[in-house]
Nanobody
C-alpha cells in the first residue's frame, strides 16, 4: 500500500518561511515524478510544483515562482517544498502527489487529478498578515 505523508506545515507570519516534507512509500521512488498541490477553502486544488527523479526537470506555478523551491532526496524517498516570502494567499492545505513516469513531461502533472497516481492526506499552511 502506498503512503505519502506530509509534515512541516503550520502557522507563519507573512514574509516568513516554511519547509514541507513528504515521505513516500512508492517503489521505486526514482520512477515517480513528485509534486505539490494546494487547496484553499472554497477553491479548487491547484498545482504548485513538480520534479522529475533527477531534479533536472522542474515545473512551478506562476504564483510561486521565485519563492518556492521543490527538491527531492531519492535515497531517503522524500520530496521537499521550501517556501519563502510567504503571503496570506499561500494559506491552504498542501498535498504531496506522485505520478509514475511513463514518458510524459513533468509539467504534465499540472493537469491535476487526472495526472496523479497517489495523493497524500494534506497538511495545513496558514500565513497570517
Amino acid at each position: 500500500q502506498v503512503h505519502l505523508v506530509e509534515s512541516g506545515g503550520g502557522l507563519v507570519q507573512a514574509g516568513g518561511s516554511l519547509r514541507l516534507s513528504c515521505a513516500a512509500s512508492v517503489r521505486p521512488f526514482s520512477s515517480y515524478y513528485m509534486g505539490w498541490f494546494r487547496q484553499a477553502p472554497g477553491k479548487e486544488r491547484e498545482f504548485v510544483a513538480a520534479i522529475n527523479w533527477r531534479g533536472s526537470s522542474i515545473a512551478y506555478a506562476e504564483s510561486v515562482k521565485g519563492r518556492f523551491t521543490i527538491s527531492r532526496d531519492n535515497a531517503g524517498n522524500t520530496v521537499y517544498l521550501q517556501m519563502a516570502s510567504l503571503k496570506p494567499e499561500d494559506t491552504a492545505a498542501y498535498y504531496c502527489a506522485a505520478r509514475l513516469n511513463s514518458g510524459q513531461a513533468v509539467s504534465d502533472m499540472t493537469r491535476g487529478a487526472t495526472a496523479i497516481d497517489y495523493w497524500g492526506q494534506g497538511i495545513q499552511v496558514t500565513v497570517s498578515s
